[in-house]
């Protein structure tokens, strides 16, 4: 069972349980106060505005009791994918380094973006190949990554970058890049590659009835467990 | 003990873009103001009793360092006075 975890704000949360299940997982959105369900093989964070947004974008879910359980469910290996505001309680809870902040634009952005896959080798993104262009759609207003030039270096030496924002033939450019983050990147992972965050969104281009499946392969790192 | 209210300043660290301080500073050029920069502090007056200053500081310098400021894009100090 994949939980996808609901706080109040949370709206992508829905998206997410449809499209898992459309790829054959079972999935309940479990709202963050109640616990997560014994039989819980995968957390997904999923995207939305928990709690307006106050102080940043994931700061208060990062710190509500849930994230407690899902800190443990990752010890005991349990994988764990932050989507858009899944990410930003991601990086705001430290589960994965680095803080997903306001755009360069200062402006909320809702378009598409193309996405180089930088490593295939992960469970998120084994379903393409290294240098792969997919395309999925982006909605944040706080996308921009940053990370001091230390954790920016470890990032990139361990291979713990899964995409970056590109143009529609691959190339790594600044014209390319949506929201400043630096180094274009979109996704990482945590310290275990058992857990991954991104702002673009899978969940909604995974229903070939919606006619964008790229990010299939993304919500399918959860078959490796 | 003694009513503090501890003052924390939360400011993004130099060096860190700041597109809504950008933002605002063009406007204010828009406006015929003349500026060299301009940044965004955000600021917390936070009332608590503690026996002394120096514990109403450590609080409120653990609150900034959980909660009110995040460690990588942001500094902050704390200022305590008697309320």
New interface residues.
């Given amino acids: 069972m994949i939980a996808v975890v609901q706080f109040g704000g949370s709206n992508c949360d829905r998206d997410a349980v449809r499209a898992l299940e459309d790829l054959g997982f079972e999935a309940e959105r479990v709202w963050h106060e109640d616990s997560l369900p014994e039989d819980t093989t995968g957390i997904m964070l999923p995207g939305g505005f928990s709690y307006g947004d106050y102080l940043r974008g994931g700061a208060m879910a990062a710190r509500s009791p849930i994230m407690e359980s899902v800190r443990e469910e990752i010890e005991a290996g349990t994988p764990v994918l932050g989507v858009c505001n899944g990410a930003q309680v991601g990086c705001e809870s430290g589960l994965t380094p680095g803080a997903f902040t306001t755009n360069a634009s200062a402006r909320f952005q809702c378009e598409h973006a193309y996405l180089r896959v930088e490593n295939a080798d992960t469970p998120w993104t084994q379903a393409y190949e290294e240098g792969d262009v997919i395309e999925l759609p982006i909605a944040h207003g706080e996308g921009r990554f940053e990370i001091d030039d230390e954790g920016y270096e470890k990032l990139e030496s361990a291979d713990r970058i899964l995409f970056r924002y590109c143009d529609e033939d691959g190339n790594v450019t600044e014209e390319a890049n949506p929201n400043g983050s630096r180094g274009n990147v979109a996704g990482i992972l945590g310290e275990s590659a058992s857990v991954a965050v991104l702002m673009p969104h899978p969940e909604r281009a995974a229903l070939p009835t919606l006619g964008n499946t790229d990010g299939r392969g993304v919500l399918a790192g959860f078959e490796g467990y | 003990m003694t009513t503090y209210t501890a003052t924390v300043t939360v400011r993004l660290k130099q060096g860190?873009?700041?597109?809504?301080a950008?933002?605002t500073k063009r406007a204010l050029e828009r406006l015929g103001f003349e500026l060299d920069a301009l940044r965004f502090t955000e600021r917390y007056e936070v009332d608590l009793d503690a026996a002394d200053a120096d514990e109403a500081a450590d609080r409120a310098d653990d609150m900034a360092e959980?909660?009110?400021a995040?460690p990588?894009?942001h500094d902050y100090e704390v200022e305590v006075a008697e309320a």
Avoid at chain 2, 16 to 20: I, M, N, Q, R, Y
């Fill in positions: 860190v873009l700041d597109p809504e950008e933002t959980r909660l009110l995040n990588t894009i």
